[in-house]
């Protein structure tokens, strides 16, 4: 308590007259060498410090220890890193409110049945488009998710949204991972998912298009999620002057910081590079 005075400008001479302390006893009391015990959370804090800055101020307590120990190496309980970033004054971003969603009417179209969990990459890619205001106008990003990494595949950005976008980003999926004939895409029922052009794109790379249901987001789920990731992480953090600044972003969110630095809860808190490499190399040694 009289540590806290004292570092908020109070004389401690006055702190302690005020508590019934004695100065010299106080003074005994911090001068004393820190135990091994002190010290070691006083690393573990600074450490706990270091990944939160690299995580860009989104992680919480359990993608914090698990960098801490998968990435680090350090021996760790998931409490003590909650305990010592509550003391440190450091939070993650609060993940999205639980809405109850109302159930749409479903299509025959629909392959996928909310059932998005695959046993190996590329059998399930989910896309959709998100839209982002700038004092510009709006930026619209079109993404493609791999549901077995969760890993984006393909994306695209604009200053529109049509079947330019969508046929782009899946486009881009298509040429980076050369997806096995059978394979799914899976989108709402957008006008431009819809469209002759995506769908076409779709069957002429041996794929399957599928459609969830009709105003029911719950049916493209693991797509919201990665939206509202991105939303509370990097979108709605600051207000966006231009298009081309907004564009920059997505893609750094995107490319360099989902991909290959946020740790996923789903995957074992692994990054969606990792899940799908650690896949690669148990196939090599099958």
């Not at 908020?8 to 106080?26: D, H, I, M, Q, T």
């Not at 910081?257 to 148990?282: K, V």
């Amino acid at each position: 308590m009289i540590d806290r005075l004292v570092d908020a400008g109070l004389p401690p001479k006055v702190c302690c007259r005020v508590l019934g302390v004695s100065s010299p006893g106080y003074y005994r009391y911090r001068n004393r060498p820190l135990s091994p015990t002190q010290m070691r959370r006083k690393w573990l804090t600074g450490l706990i410090r270091e990944v939160h800055v690299a995580s860009r101020g989104t992680y919480g307590s359990r993608r914090v220890h698990a960098e801490l120990t998968l990435g680090m190496g350090v021996k760790v309980s998931e409490r003590l890193v909650a305990v010592l970033m509550s003391l440190a004054g450091i939070y993650g971003l609060p993940g999205p409110a639980r809405v109850k969603r109302l159930h749409g009417i479903v299509t025959a179209d629909d392959l996928v049945n909310r059932k998005f969990h695959r046993l190996s990459p590329n059998e399930l890619w989910v896309t959709d488009i998100t839209e982002h205001p700038t004092r510009e106008g709006k930026v619209f990003c079109c993404c493609v998710l791999d549901s077995f990494s969760r890993r984006i595949v393909g994306w695209s950005i604009d200053t529109v949204q049509d079947a330019n976008l969508v046929v782009n980003a899946l486009d881009m999926a298509i040429k980076n991972r050369r997806p096995e004939p059978g394979s799914v895409v899976h989108a709402d029922h957008g006008t431009q998912f819809t469209s002759w052009a995506f769908t076409n794109k779709i069957r002429s790379s041996g794929m399957m298009p599928s459609f969830g249901s009709v105003g029911d987001g719950l049916d493209n789920a693991m797509m919201e999620s990665f939206w509202s990731s991105m939303q509370i992480e990097m979108l709605n953090r600051k207000k966006w002057k231009t298009r081309l600044e907004l564009a920059n972003a997505m893609f750094d969110y995107i490319e360099i910081f989902y991909n290959r630095q946020r740790r996923h809860s789903g995957l074992g808190y692994r990054t969606p590079i990792e899940y799908d490499l650690t896949y690669e190399n148990q196939s090599i040694s099958a």
